[in-house]
């Protein structure tokens, strides 16, 4: 334990880091020597992209975590994570390359190979990042489940190394993928812990989910902040991930960028959770989101809805059905924004609504207010309870 406390620091972030970026790097030049690749399409040049975007999200926010917080796990498993990730996606590139381009004569194929895997850690490593959020502080009794649960990956790992040999006396040890054959139908005792760790990560990540919701329940001031990033970046995570799965028959586009969305802003919320950064915006984000969400919706609906009925009930021309439509959305924009940002406010940012309402009370009063001392004396009482700051005081000039 004392020689990995010497090895966190911020030197050895930045190099962990730095190797992470150079593994999701080489994914490129690796796909581009394919001898079977063929010109990208738009759509696969966005998967790329969207990808990359994910992997550095992953990288930067773990090397960024880990210097600044050298001590907090949290940083050193983002940045394992992100390892395990882009490593898991440059060697079925390069095995694929050597085994089915060059028959096995490249450099490190047979290393490829056994890395092939490694991937499987990065989404197995996923419900730690959930539970041990935002300092790794659990009680006894969620450690002796940690430990089974790596205890579990750890006999996962040693049966895909078992695999991964096993794969290298064939001639192709990897698919069309890269991948491991024998990881598409274990069987035998792997098998069984494959199954079982594939259940076991899910039923982990969502009893993860339930004790983060508990103890937001029980959190107050800044712990609590931090539990509603990660409940924003979950939430993001928890809408998009299962759209771009069952959706099947959206375009390769839509799924392409849901998914990275998905998994990258969970790391994104947990970043600005563990460094207090900007930490209280929490409530304006999650309330203009809502807000202008809304109210696309609704502006689209009522656009469609009256383009229908100008060209389809009161027969008007294509052009002016679309004019009128127009017209009538940009005129509803800024009343509906209002309305809506009132009642979003009221349930997710009530610091905000509550200043609001405070001010607008404390104009009502000035109306039939006379004398200055009331006014003073309103007027310390409505900036105390609307702004909160740690001292105020009013000097007026005779």
């Known amino acids: 334990m004392a020689a990995l406390s010497r090895l966190a620091t911020p030197r050895t972030a930045t190099a962990a880091g730095l190797l992470s970026l150079?593994?999701?790097?080489?994914?490129?030049?690796?796909?581009?020597?394919?001898?079977?690749?063929?010109?990208?399409?738009?759509?696969?040049?966005?998967?790329?992209?969207?990808?990359?975007?994910?992997?550095?999200?992953?990288?930067?926010?773990?090397?960024?975590?880990?210097?600044?917080?050298?001590?907090?796990?949290?940083?050193?498993?983002?940045?394992?994570?992100?390892?395990?990730?882009?490593?898991?996606?440059?060697?079925?590139?390069?095995?694929?390359?050597?085994?089915?381009?060059?028959?096995?004569?490249?450099?490190?194929?047979?290393?490829?190979?056994?890395l092939s895997g490694a991937w499987v850690f990065g989404f197995i490593a996923l419900p730690l990042l959930i539970l041990l959020f935002p300092d790794a502080q659990i009680g006894r009794r969620w450690r002796l489940v940690v430990r089974a649960y790596l205890i579990l990956a750890a006999v996962t790992g040693a049966g895909m190394l078992e695999v991964a040999v096993h794969d290298l006396s064939l001639r192709l040890p990897v698919d069309a993928d890269g991948n491991l054959i024998g990881l598409s139908n274990p069987t035998g005792w792997f098998g069984v812990v494959w199954k079982l760790a594939f259940i076991s990560?899910?039923?982990?990540?969502?009893?993860?989910?339930?004790?983060?919701?508990?103890?937001?329940?029980?959190?107050?001031?800044?712990?609590?902040?931090?539990?509603?990033?990660?409940?924003?970046?979950?939430?993001?995570?928890?809408?998009?991930?299962?759209?771009?799965?069952?959706?099947?028959?959206?375009?390769?586009?839509?799924?392409?960028?849901?998914?990275?969305?998905?998994?990258?802003?969970?790391?994104?919320?947990?970043?600005?959770?563990?460094?207090?950064?900007?930490?209280?915006?929490?409530?304006?984000?999650?309330?203009?989101?809502?807000?202008?969400?809304?109210?696309?919706?609704?502006?689209?609906?009522?656009?469609?809805g009256l383009v229908a009925l100008t060209t389809n009930t009161l027969a008007l021309s294509g052009r002016v059905g679309v004019a009128a439509s127009t017209l009538v959305a940009a005129a509803l924009f800024s009343p509906l924004r209002i309305r809506l940002q009132r009642v979003v406010d009221r349930r997710f940012n009530r610091a905000h609504y509550d200043a609001e309402a405070t001010v607008a009370a404390f104009n009502a009063r000035l109306r039939d207010a006379v004398e200055i001392d009331a006014i003073r004396t309103d007027l310390l009482d409505a900036v105390t309870r609307a702004v909160q700051p740690t001292h105020a005081s009013v000097w007026i000039k005779p």
Request: aromatic fraction near 10%; charge should be positive; charged fraction near 10%.
């Open 22 to 114: 150079l593994f999701l790097v080489a994914v490129v030049p690796l796909q581009i020597a394919d001898p079977g690749a063929s010109l990208p399409t738009g759509s696969a040049v966005i998967e790329v992209v969207t990808w990359f975007i994910f992997g550095v999200t992953f990288t930067a926010v773990g090397t960024i975590v880990a210097r600044h917080q050298p001590r907090n796990p949290m940083g050193w498993l983002l940045l394992a994570m992100a390892l395990a990730i882009n490593v898991g996606s440059v060697t079925p590139a390069y095995a694929w390359l050597d085994y089915h381009g060059h028959h096995g004569h490249l450099p490190l194929g047979p290393l490829a190979v056994l």
């Open 201 to 304: 990560c899910i039923l982990f990540a969502l009893v993860a989910a339930g004790y983060q919701i508990r103890e937001f329940r029980r959190a107050r001031g800044v712990r609590r902040q931090q539990l509603k990033w990660l409940s924003v970046g979950a939430g993001v995570c928890s809408v998009c991930m299962p759209v771009a799965i069952l959706w099947s028959s959206a375009p390769g586009v839509v799924n392409a960028v849901l998914f990275p969305i998905a998994l990258s802003a969970l790391p994104l919320a947990m970043g600005v959770g563990i460094l207090r950064y900007r930490l209280y915006d929490i409530d304006r984000l999650v309330s203009r989101t809502l807000s202008y969400a809304l109210l696309t919706a609704l502006l689209v609906g009522t656009f469609v």
